[in-house]
Nanobody, 126 residues
Framework: VQLVESGGGLVQAGGSLRLSCGGS????????MAWFRQAPGKEREFVAY??????????ADSVLGRFTISKDNAKNTNTVYLHMNSLKPEDTAVYYC??????????????????WGQGTQVTVSS
């Protein structure tokens, strides 16, 4: 079972990035997925969530209007994207994708997710 993120990097404030997360070896067909981020010295925090069919999405207030989450269920690839626009230095963090397969509960909390990627660094310079 593996989730692999890609697309991170260094960008200037106001710029954009698109993160991708693909899964392999995961059980089942499609399921809800999310993005979290963790800055140095801080707890992992919720960024965005998408339902299994991609019909409903939710984002944190801190990124509302700037970030969107989308999902590609074609051929059951379960690829999830995080589109980040108008990036700010405070968005600098390691970004993780997560899959919610067996657990239920509030999608804001990391403990409801069963599988995690290794993370990808996003650095926004001022």
């Amino acid at each position: 079972v593996q989730l692999v993120e890609s697309g991170g990097g260094l960008v200037q404030a106001g710029g954009s990035l698109r993160l991708s997360c693909g899964g392999s070896g995961l059980p089942g067909a499609t399921y809800p997925m999310a993005w979290f981020r963790q800055a140095p010295g801080k707890e992992r925090e919720f960024v965005a969530y998408i339902t299994w069919n991609g019909f409903n999405t939710y984002v944190a207030d801190s990124v509302l209007g700037r970030f969107t989450i989308s999902k590609d269920n074609a051929k059951n690839t379960n690829t999830v994207y995080l589109h980040m626009n108008s990036l700010k230095p405070e968005d600098t963090a390691v970004y993780y994708c997560a899959a919610q397969i067996y657990n239920s509960g509030d999608y804001h909390y990391p403990n409801v997710y069963d599988y995690w990627g290794q993370g990808t660094q996003v650095t926004v310079s001022s």
